[in-house]
DNA sequence: GCGACAG
DNA sequence: ATCTTGTCGC
């Protein structure tokens, strides 16, 4: 069974103003979860659920979204939709640039995925609603953002030069709508550093997207983590919209 | 005015 | 995100 938008109201609307923009986002964080549910895989058990990851690739005025879904390590279905781009990149409104596109490939997804993967943050973000948040909250999935660099938040620890493994906290600074010192994500090395010093590996920056704490994030995207920097289903959907891209020139 | 800023 | 060749290193 495909899976269909539960808070519709939050489907990304490019056309309202910055700052109905920032309203919505305030108001889809407040019913967001940023913790376990019943639901929520478990890091441990990967082999039962459907995991999908999701990301895009621009081509002149479209998008391509891609999703592919595994199962027991296993790719069970690639999807993909091209829809126009209908704003500019801006800091902390990512989710109302991409997250249309997102819903477009969603949409043709027949299997029901029990957790999603966004490239991008979740609740690391100054209103608590980055993209992953946004999409999972609009489809009640648990979702977990994994961003290639911070957008907002304070590492617990300095970060370079850690060994594969190593994470620290991610806590919430006067920038971020959120008690300060609040654990909003965290800071995981999946890749060594190169040791020539000139050439290091960054961490990412995994928080949660709806319905999954900030500790199972991580320890899901560490599971996932295998041959490359990036967990394998967001790494996979990043390669196969490349690949579309590719067939649309 | 200055600095910061997912993709 | 995207524009882009070679090159250093495991």
Known sequence: MPISPVNSQFIPNASLSRSEMEELQRSLASIAT????PETPSPTALTDPIIIGVDQ????????SAVVAFRD??????????SPI??????????????????????TLTCTPDLALFDG??????????????????????SVGVAKSL???TPQAPTDRR????????????????????????AYQSKQYRPSATTSVNPLYVSPGHRVSAETATELVAALCTAYKLPRPTQEADRYAAEVKQTLR
């Open 34 to 37: 940023f913790d376990d549910t």
């Open 57 to 64: 690739a621009f081509c002149d005025e479209q998008v391509i």
């Open 73 to 82: 390590g296993e790719i069970i279905e690639r999807t993909y939709a091209v």
């Open 86 to 107: 209908e704003l500019p990149y801006i800091p902390g409104l990512l989710a109302f640039r991409e997250g249309g596109p997102i819903c477009d490939a969603l949409d």
């Open 121 to 142: 943050s979740g609740r690391i973000h100054y209103r608590q609603a980055g993209l992953a948040t946004h999409i999972g909250v609009i489809y009640d999935l648990p």
């Open 151 to 153: 957008l907002c938040g």
């Open 163 to 186: 060994p594969v493994g190593w994470r620290t906290p991610i806590r919430a600074d006067e920038q971020v709508d959120a008690q300060i010192g609040t654990t909003i994500g965290y």
